[in-house]
């Protein structure tokens, strides 16, 4: 998906991907991160949020969640992060990176809620139900505290991705939000959702869902009913591109985390965005039959679009040497990738991939690299396992 962009953008990345595992420096199945390149990359959104008022809160799920990586995001200018889980939130803490936002997309257990107010100190929890914010109540109070909490909001006509579904249902928020305010350890500040963008049609903008109208209309019945509402958190592909826009709609805060490594959708099309492209896959290849170059896998994501990788031992020739993706399929363990095969592949072989994927969820290694636009890149943090 964002292999052509990557070429353009950032072709030294490469060709240090394919120098460090030629040399064994790394092994096959690591995502490698071009770690001065993403410095750069959360400058430009700091810079541009300052500029339109708006807060931000990093992701780190996409590149491997660790301590090391917070660390150098919030040392750019991205102060706090938003955990997708509590486990997420727990790796970050003990590194010393602070937590902006708990709970959304993962809520906490029932029986953590303690330890993630007093070892967490979350600026916000999100909660998706009466339930949820019954037990952190209790919590709080029990340790003394009251918890700013925002509400994810729904209603039926918004667009939700499988697996994430729940929350407040907009025709009964007003109800809801009587019950919330008697519970003592807790107040609600303000409102979510997710996803609020797509990749418009032409492929040169982000679009609006239908979710920002249930955030706007969820906002109205907050304040009808005597809350100060200080907080309207809008994620999905927040970049330099779309933080004006939310802006523009009454949005507070955003969580840029593909933007990071500058591989929102709309950075697939658009080369003269801000964020550059910083992350590539690399893999080997393993063997091969009469049709196919075997890859080693562990990285792959179902959801990574892959068309074509690129292959070789030598950097200089691995940019001019690219093969199509085949029997790529999200049903099966991805023990191997799979390249049409070409009369020049040679078993060890660097492949270089670059698609969507979060590596949370993988078996990938990830090395953060600096000096990549030099000619003696050096690994500064390897993360085995993306753990």
């Not at 708006?54 to 919030?74: A, D, E, H, P, W």
């Not at 100190?121 to 919590?139: C, G, I, K, M």
């Not at 690399?282 to 990574?304: K, L």
């Not at 990938?364 to 690299?369: D, Q």
Request: neutral net charge; hydrophobic residues 40%; aromatic residues 8%.
């Amino acid at each position: 998906m964002f292999l052509n962009m990557t070429m353009k953008r950032n072709p030294e990345l490469i060709k240090a991907a394919v120098k460090l595992h030629q040399n064994g420096d790394i092994p096959a199945n690591t995502y490698v991160l071009d770690l001065d390149q993403i410095e750069r990359n959360v400058e430009e959104l700091a810079h541009t949020a300052t500029t339109h008022h708006l807060r931000l809160y990093y992701m780190t799920k996409q590149i491997g969640r660790s301590g090391f990586i917070g660390q150098v995001i919030q040392q750019s200018g991205i102060e706090k992060a938003v955990a997708v889980d509590i486990d997420e939130a727990f790796i970050l803490r003990k590194a010393g990176c602070k937590i902006g936002n708990l709970g959304h997309l993962v809520q906490p257990s029932k029986s953590q809620w303690k330890e993630a107010i007093t070892r967490l100190n979350p600026e916000v929890v999100t909660l998706f139900s009466y339930e949820r914010a019954e037990q952190l109540s209790a919590a709080a109070m029990e340790l003394g505290k009251k918890q700013h909490v925002i509400l994810r909001v729904i209603r039926k006509s918004d667009y939700l991705y499988p697996g994430q579904f729940g929350g407040f249902r907009l025709d009964s928020l007003e109800q809801d939000l009587d019950l919330l305010k008697t519970f003592p350890g807790i107040e609600v500040i303000g409102i979510t959702s997710f996803p609020v963008f797509q990749l418009n049609e032409a492929k040169d903008a982000m679009s609006f869902t239908s979710n920002i109208e249930t955030i706007q209309y969820a906002r109205v019945i907050l304040e009808n009913s005597g809350i100060n509402v200080r907080h309207i958190n809008a994620p999905s592909a927040t970049s330099c591109h779309t933080i004006p826009l939310l802006k523009a709609v009454g949005v507070t805060h955003g969580e840029p985390g593909h933007a990071i490594t500058g591989t929102t959708p709309l950075h697939a099309y658009q080369e003269h965005l801000p964020e550059v492209p910083s992350m590539v896959y690399v893999s080997e290849i393993s063997h091969v039959d009469d049709e196919y170059a075997y890859t080693i896998a562990g990285g792959f994501y179902s959801r990574g679009n892959m068309e074509a990788a690129l292959y070789g031992s030598k950097g200089r020739d691995v940019l001019a040497q690219k093969a199509t993706v085949a029997l790529s399929s999200p049903e099966n363990i991805d023990y191997y990738g799979a390249l049409q095969k070409k009369g020049n592949m040679a078993v060890g072989d660097s492949v270089v991939y670059a698609f969507r994927t979060q590596i949370f969820v993988t078996r990938a290694h990830v090395a953060f690299v600096r000096g990549v636009q030099t000619s003696n890149p050096a690994i500064v943090y390897f993360q085995k396992r993306g753990l």
